[in-house]
């Protein structure tokens, strides 16, 4: 049985979302409400340490983040399988991954939570905003978000995110094969 704990807009989880529907493998759903801080509160922790989407939980086990979900799912479910059969076009494939973990989502949280979900917590007491961040597992994350939440678009990270990591282009690969 395939449990996912999940929220409809944030992308880490429609990743696992879309790799579930290739696979054709029925699931069910726990939607969180970020908003509310569902991924903070102390029965999602145990699942998920880091107190983010999505969670797969399968037979019982957790399994997070959505990058290695989706490789437990394809190894799992060998059927239509969505890995590359070729050792170097997995590493590529591993690259492409990581570059959007480590640069594109990084990147796009940062924005995304100055965009959509700074001025909710500004319409709130100051004090409900810092037990919230304070509640966060990852200092990191809690102050990106402090940050968006002060400076909104200003934010140094949401005006200038990190570079990612240097991918292979496309005539590379054409020319490695």
């Keep these: 049985m395939f449990e996912l704990y999940h929220h409809n807009t944030a992308v880490c989880a429609q990743k696992v979302r879309l790799v579930l529907e290739e696979k054709e493998q029925p699931w069910t759903g726990h939607e969180l409400n970020l908003r509310l801080g569902d991924q903070v509160r102390p029965e999602y922790l145990k699942l998920n340490p880091n107190g983010v989407v999505p969670t797969l939980v399968h037979n019982g086990v ?7 979900i989706n490789e437990y799912l394809d190894d799992v479910l060998p059927h239509s399988p969505l890995k590359p059969g070729d050792p170097k076009r997995r590493v590529d494939m591993r690259l492409w991954t990581k570059s959007i973990d480590e640069g594109l989502h990084y990147a796009i949280s940062s924005l995304s939570f100055a965009v ?3 001025d909710a917590w ?7 905003l ?18 968006a939440i ?13 570079a990612s990591p240097r991918v292979a282009t ?6 490695s094969r």
Aim: hydrophobic fraction near 25%; charged fraction near 50%.
């Design 130 to 147: 810092d037990r919230h961040l304070d509640s966060l597992p990852d200092p990191a994350r809690r102050e990106r978000q402090r940050e």
């Design 116 to 118: 959509l979900q700074r």
């Design 170 to 175: 496309s005539r590379h690969r054409r020319r």
């Design 62 to 68: 957790p399994i997070i983040e959505s990058t290695l």
């Design 150 to 162: 002060d400076e909104g678009l200003d934010a140094r990270r949401a005006a200038k995110p990190l």
């Design 122 to 128: 500004l319409a709130k007491p100051r004090e409900e």
